[in-house]
């Protein structure tokens, strides 16, 4: 009897015609994969495009970037700021992610102050970094105040106001992962590391920094794009000389060289994706994701 | 290697107002293998936990080999510590793990390997240094959180419910690994279980916790045979518990009356007669009297009636009802020579004065 069910069991899954059960994924993600084409992809196939095409077909603008002293300039100032950003963000965000994580009754509060920066717009923020920093700003009038200066410093226009207010607005991209990742850590292991004879910098050492670092690796390849292609904060509080990539990008569609401009973004996007290659490549990026998640 | 010897004296710890250790007192003889015992939130890991360093003590004292330790952090106690979640580190591999502790002693590298892997086969692992902890089986992870906590030749080893996570059959023979680990390595064990079996084949002394204090410490065989409370009585292995009323006291054994017969039973201190009193016995030291069982006195009998049989394979269990209402269990080995109770019959059972205590 149960030879003659056992076909029909077999049987019965197979309905003919489309397989939902794979088609559902495809499904849900089609309408953002539609939006993403159309509204993303294709204008900036067709911006990169213009690198290549104008007037015809060409490698030109390529080559004579290379030769370019703006552009050389240009590129190093961004991507040394970029480092900058990075490990300035890294440096002050590791020990407020660590206090996160142990924090219990303060958690909320730190959690309000590191998210309320990040729900405000990123160009009020810069306007608000403009005003501390002005020549009649904040840190000046209290440097002036306390005696530590004779007259107002020039800070507004300055790579350092750049990378102050970079910093600060970035932070929140650094911290979440970092702070995710650390509350990822099971609390037992610093115990039995304890236990095991390692005294509190030990335990940190050799169990907690090891542990975060796909939170680091995440944070620190977050910061690092996001700021390689900063705009609006480098063009309002940063110097005039100190210019960004995408400064110039902006500078060059104002002057309609457009394929100057597509050139340069060409290059920007090529970094990006470089960095995170290489983020890949070194540190295993996919699978740092993975272990943190567990 | 000698054993450390381990003094908690009024040991408390309280969370806000609630205390989670209420008062222990416990020494702990230098290569004893020492159970904590008891039912979920009574204390255990508290106190492990209190002795490892990890929490801070909110009165009383602990002091190791004579020393108290009170004012010491957990890295300079030099306690082996195996969790229950094993607490392998994930970024090491399993001979990383386990020469951790080594290296925070500064113990040079070639001398830590070959230290790895002697503990490697002291836990029969030998050749498994190179895995990931993540690519061991439950009882393998277990066996190298092990390896971890004696490497560094402890003198005094804590484990909060090392086996819990563990199907019966491994359990069974991690048991038995770590009682000859004990003997082998001659070092005190303080282990923590709510598993009654597993504490009285294991340990040396056991001590009964409930409610945050010890409700009774002993060898195994003295807490199963002379419980001094009704909690422990129940807690470990199963109890008949009989009302009685005191009517005197006879050749050094207390005479009661329970559900309108004479019990004896042996008791250590002198209740008042008239009084009323709980006395206990095991389920498998009763027997139905049938022809030439029992001899005559110092046997207890009363007349009962069964209520219910169930055959469980290698015994019968048996639930009775004694003439004023009272619910007894009895337990006899099953046998195809016996004969099978049924369920309404009237029966009488008996059981010998010394197994018969007042709790
Ligand atoms: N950090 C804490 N804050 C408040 N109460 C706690 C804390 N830690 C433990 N307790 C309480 O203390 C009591 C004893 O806890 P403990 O962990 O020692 O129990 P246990 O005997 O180990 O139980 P289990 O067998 O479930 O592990 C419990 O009621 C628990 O809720
Ligand atoms: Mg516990």
Same mark, same amino acid.
């Given at each position: ?9 077999? #049987? ?37 495009? /213009? ?6 077909? +060409? ?7 290379? *030769?370019?002293? $703006? ?14 950003? +990075?490990?300035? +963000? ?43 920093? *002005? ?57 039995? #590391?304890?236990?095991?004879?390692? *005294?509190?910098? *030990?335990?940190?050492?050799? $169990? +907690? ?31 005039? /000389? ?42 295993? $990026?996919?699978? #740092? ?6 | ?14 969370? !806000? ?18 159970? &904590? ?126 086996? =819990? ?19 082998? &390595? ?24 409930? !409610? =945050? ?7 195994? !065989?003295?807490?199963?045979? @002379?419980?001094?409370? @009704? ?59 049938? =022809? ?15 209520? !219910? ?51």
């Amino acid at each position: 009897m149960s030879e003659a069910v056992a076909p029909a069991l077999l #049987a019965a899954p197979r309905a003919p015609g489309l397989n939902w059960r794979r088609a559902v994924p495809l499904l849900l993600v089609a309408p953002l994969l539609a939006f993403m084409l159309a509204l993303y992809a294709a204008p900036v196939l067709a911006m990169l495009s /213009r690198s290549l095409l104008e007037p015809a077909p +060409t490698l030109a603008h390529y080559i004579e970037l290379a *030769g370019d002293e $703006v552009f050389l300039k240009v590129f190093t100032n961004t991507l040394s700021t970029t480092v900058t950003v +990075t490990l300035g +963000t890294l440096l002050l965000g590791y020990p407020i992610a660590l206090g996160m994580a142990r924090a219990r009754r303060l958690l909320p509060l730190i959690l309000v102050i590191v998210l309320l920066p990040f729900w405000t717009s990123v160009l009020v923020r810069s306007y608000a970094w403009m005003v501390l920093l *002005g020549r009649h700003g904040l840190v000046n009038e209290v440097l002036l105040a306390l005696g530590l200066l004779d007259r107002p410093m020039r800070l507004l226009n300055t790579p350092l106001a750049t990378q102050i207010a970079m910093v600060h607005i970035l932070l929140p991209y650094m911290i979440l992962p970092i702070a995710n990742a650390l509350r990822q850590i099971d609390p037992s292991l610093a115990r039995a #590391a304890a236990g095991l004879g390692a *005294g509190p910098f *030990g335990v940190f050492r050799q $169990v +907690t920094l090891p542990l975060s670092m796909p939170g680091v690796m995440a944070g620190v390849l977050l910061v690092f794009v996001l700021s390689l292609g900063f705009y609006i904060t480098p063009a309002l509080v940063g110097g005039p /000389r100190d210019m960004t990539l995408s400064m110039l990008i902006a500078q060059r569609v104002e002057q309609l060289d457009w394929a100057y401009a597509a050139t340069l973004s060409a290059v920007l996007l090529a970094t990006a994706l470089a960095i995170i290659a290489l983020f890949q490549r070194v540190f295993g $990026v996919g699978t #740092a994701f993975r272990m943190s998640a567990r | 290697m000698e054993g450390a010897s381990v003094t908690l004296s009024g040991l408390e710890k309280r969370y !806000e107002n609630f205390g989670a250790v209420r008062g222990v007192s416990i020494d702990i003889r230098s290569g004893e293998f020492l159970t &904590l015992l008891g039912p979920s939130g009574s204390g255990k890991t508290t106190t492990l936990m209190m002795i490892a360093g990890f929490e801070t003590p909110s009165a009383g004292d602990i002091a190791i080999d004579g020393r108290s330790v009170v004012a010491l952090p957990p890295h300079r106690r030099n306690i082996g510590m195996v969790f229950q979640n094993y607490a392998l580190f994930p970024h090491l591999t399993v001979a990383e793990n386990i020469g951790f502790p080594l290296k925070q002693r500064g113990v040079p590298k070639p001398e830590r390997a070959r230290l790895v892997e002697e503990a490697l086969e002291l836990v029969r692992l030998p050749g498994y240094g190179a895995r990931q902890p993540r690519q061991l089986s439950g009882g393998q992870q277990q066996r190298v959180a092990l390896a971890r906590a004696i490497v560094f030749k402890p003198r005094l080893l804590l484990m909060d419910e090392p086996l =819990g996570a563990l199907d019966k059959q491994l359990r069974e023979s991690l048991q038995l690994e770590m009682r000859r680990l004990h003997a082998d &390595l001659g070092i005190t064990f303080i282990y923590v279980t709510h598993d009654q079996e597993e504490a009285l084949t294991m340990s040396d002394r056991i001590a009964v916790m409930n !409610e =945050g204090r010890v409700a009774q410490i002993g060898a195994p !065989e003295e807490l199963y045979d @002379r419980p001094e409370n @009704r909690f422990v009585a129940s807690f470990i292995g199963e109890s008949n518990f009989l009302p009685a009323t005191v009517r005197g006291r006879e050749d050094g054994v207390l005479v009661a009356e329970c559900a309108g017969t004479l019990v004896r039973a042996t008791c250590a201190g002198t209740p008042a007669t008239g009084e009323a009193v709980t006395l206990a016995t095991r389920p498998e030291r009763l027997r139905f009297v049938d =022809g030439a069982w029992p001899a005559p006195p110092p046997a207890n009998r009363m007349p009962v009636t069964v209520t !219910e049989a169930v055959f469980v394979g290698e015994r019968c269990r048996y639930l009775l009802r004694a003439e004023d209402g009272t619910a007894l269990v009895l337990k006899e080995p099953s046998s195809a020579a016996t004969r099978r109770r049924e369920a309404g019959e009237r029966a009488e059972v008996a059981w010998s004065v010394a197994d018969t205590i007042l709790v």
